[in-house]
């Protein structure tokens, strides 16, 4: 009996360490200090979770944007500078490149005219709709433009708030003014809202929206100003504050007090029959320059200090930086200050700046002067002015030129790109291209140098001052 009963324990023991299983610990390696913050950056931290889609909040950043690009000082010049960077003086010059040079002149001067006369309403030429488009794709986040094609091609560009934003249909499949195909991103047509608030269907084919998108399924754009505004504002606001602090440390001079501040009884004297008076104190309320007053006993002048902000350029500075960065331009060019730079300094940033404003200029051409100049040439074939064989070779054989940069030093970039050429690094057309360049332009151009130099040899010859041989 007492073997059974061992036997039994022995078995349940073993039964008991058969079922009971080590706890093993695990190791995490990969501890990001977002997903576990203290109790001081808890709050902060989850608030970060609740980030809202885009196209909820793209109408509320875009009046932010608005009002701050005229209110701001530094972000209203930041827009006149833009265009002069991406536009230059001139803007985008067609430039059609077939074999046929009398073809290709025709169309550049035929499309030259049509730019003074783009205008549905005839109010603005070509030149300012490539302001209005950049500003408002900066500023708004996106340009809508309208397309009305007869004999003659004619554009209008609608503001973006007209594609009003609370527009919302599910079944219908319109999300934020702008009906899709069913499942799909692809737009069907455009609700542009009137006066009265009702709404224009506009053909997704008679409308060319310009965006910059941070998700594919984004819908509407978002201004690039979105994360400089609360910045720009804030400096904006302290600026004035401590310049109004500063004016009025100017304008209020001090304080006169009685002495005794816990007297509460106005000063007082006894009158000729014995009774008692309130005295007549002379409180002075202006103070010139060079000139001394006598003050009543019982009254001291209490002097304010002058207004002098602690760290105010630092805080400036830092905000205009971060403000710059976030537009992709340098501090310098953002704000016009060239105290601090060099040669080495400016030249490193206006090397980024301008990479990037080759690509702004490129997204242009690409979503409207690319678009316009296809449609226009679809009008001019419609209406009989250009042959369907012509239309084939010059719709695949045109570009727009942009603006190149001046050199930053040109002695030292003019003696840089001759040794690239020598040492076969770089060729002449590809320094041509970093001006602005075209190859046939500055071929042509040549062409004609050697007419004028060989005109001013014989008009010297003429003259006696040089023999013909």
């Excluded at 601090?340 to 404003?357: H, K, L, M, P, W």
């Amino acid at each position: 009996m007492k073997k059974q009963q061992l036997k039994q324990a022995q078995i349940s023991q073993a039964t008991a360490k058969a079922l009971i299983k080590p706890i093993k610990t695990k190791l995490n390696f990969f501890k990001y200090p977002s997903l576990e913050p203290n109790r001081i950056n808890s709050y902060e931290i989850h608030q970060l979770l609740k980030n809202s889609d885009l196209d909820k909040v793209s109408q509320r950043l875009r009046n932010q944007a608005r009002s701050i690009s005229t209110s701001v000082s530094l972000t209203s010049g930041f827009f006149e500078m833009l265009c002069s960077e991406i536009y230059g003086e001139q803007g985008f010059i067609l430039d059609v490149t077939t074999h046929k040079k009398t073809l290709n002149q025709t169309i550049q001067k035929a499309f030259f005219k049509w730019e003074d006369e783009c205008c549905k309403y005839g109010v603005y030429d070509f030149g300012d709709y490539e302001e209005l488009i950049l500003t408002a794709l900066y500023r708004d986040g996106e340009a809508f433009i309208r397309l009305s094609k007869g004999d003659s091609l004619k554009i209008e560009l609608i503001d973006a708030d007209d594609i009003t934003n609370d527009l919302m249909d599910e079944k219908r499949s319109i999300y934020y003014g702008i009906a899709y195909e069913k499942n799909q991103i692809t737009p069907k047509t455009y609700h542009q809202q009137l006066k009265d608030k009702t709404y224009r269907l506009i053909p997704a084919k008679e409308i060319i929206h310009i965006k910059k998108t941070a998700l594919m399924k984004q819908k509407r754009g978002v201004s690039k100003l979105a994360s400089a505004i609360f910045d720009a504002h804030s400096k904006d606001k302290l600026k004035k504050s401590e310049l109004d602090r500063a004016r009025l440390a100017s304008e209020i001079t001090g304080f006169l007090v009685h002495k005794d501040e816990n007297s509460l009884m106005p000063s007082v004297e006894y009158s000729e029959n014995g009774e008692i008076e309130q005295k007549e104190i002379n409180i002075p309320n202006v103070l010139q320059t060079g000139t001394f007053e006598l003050l009543e006993d019982g009254i001291t002048p209490h002097f304010v200090n002058p207004h002098n902000p602690i760290n105010m350029e630092f805080f400036l500075k830092s905000t205009d930086r971060d403000v710059a960065r976030s537009l992709g331009v340098s501090y310098s060019t953002y704000t016009g200050d060239l105290s601090d730079v060099n040669y080495s300094s400016i030249r490193q940033g206006t090397i980024a700046e301008r990479r990037n404003f080759k690509r702004i200029q490129n997204f242009i051409k690409r979503k409207f002067h690319n678009v316009i100049f296809k449609a226009w040439l679809e009008c001019e074939l419609l209406a009989g002015r250009i042959k369907p064989k012509d239309y084939i070779l010059i719709s695949e054989n045109f570009n727009f030129k942009a603006q190149g940069w001046e050199y930053i030093d040109p002695v030292k970039e003019v003696n840089a790109n001759k040794i690239a050429i020598q040492a076969g690094f770089k060729t002449i057309s590809e320094v041509l291209r970093e001006k602005g360049v075209e190859i046939d332009d500055f071929m042509d151009e040549l062409e004609k140098e050697k007419e004028l130099v060989k005109k001013l040899r014989e008009i010297k010859i003429l003259k006696g001052e040089i023999n013909e041989h």
